[in-house]
């Protein structure tokens, strides 16, 4: 390139973006590692975990609660959301007016997975993370 290279950093090494997204998906492979003998992908495991978060209390779950939470493209938690009832961990009932609402039950084996997921993912990220904290 010329003198007139229009990045700040000298290289990836030194952009914060980079190495953001470097580590997130070294982060990502590795859960993905600890997933797979349980059948989710990280994606997969994260829907799932938050349509269980979000049913806690009792409230009604919409695919489009799970969009606003997390910030990811509707169509990409549909299309993981189908996955999701195809592997019958979830039920997504008929809509009542909305069809972009879409409520969703875990189902009895959706919540035996997430029971086993959870604690697997926890140890992973406590693992991963407490390399990052100083002594």
Same mark, same amino acid.
């Given at each position: 390139?010329?003198? *007139?290279?229009p990045s700040?950093?000298?290289g990836?090494? *030194?952009?914060?973006?980079?190495?953001?997204?470097? *580590?997130?998906?070294?982060w990502?492979?590795?859960l993905?590692?600890?997933?797979r003998?349980l059948?989710?992908?990280?994606?997969?495991?994260?829907?799932l975990?938050?349509?269980?978060?979000?049913?806690? *209390?009792?409230?009604?779950?919409? /695919?489009q609660?799970?969009?606003?939470?997390v910030?990811?493209?509707?169509?990409?938690v549909?299309q993981?959301?189908k996955?999701?009832?195809?592997?019958?961990?979830i039920?997504r009932?008929?809509? /009542?007016s909305?069809q972009?609402?879409?409520?969703?039950?875990l189902?009895a084996?959706g919540?035996?997975l997430?029971?086993?997921a959870?604690?697997?993912?926890?140890?992973?990220?406590?693992?991963?993370?407490?390399?990052?904290?100083?002594?």
């Amino acid at each position: 390139m010329t003198a *007139d290279w229009p990045s700040r950093y000298a290289g990836p090494h *030194d952009s914060p973006g980079f190495i953001l997204w470097r *580590d997130f998906m070294a982060w990502q492979r590795g859960l993905n590692a600890v997933l797979r003998p349980l059948g989710l992908t990280q994606p997969q495991f994260a829907i799932l975990a938050v349509f269980g978060w979000l049913a806690q *209390d009792g409230r009604e779950v919409t /695919q489009q609660a799970v969009v606003d939470l997390v910030g990811l493209d509707r169509m990409h938690v549909s299309q993981i959301s189908k996955r999701l009832e195809t592997d019958g961990l979830i039920r997504r009932l008929p809509a /009542q007016s909305d069809q972009r609402a879409k409520p969703v039950a875990l189902t009895a084996e959706g919540e035996a997975l997430l029971t086993r997921a959870l604690p697997l993912v926890e140890e992973y990220d406590r693992a991963c993370f407490d390399r990052l904290r100083p002594e």
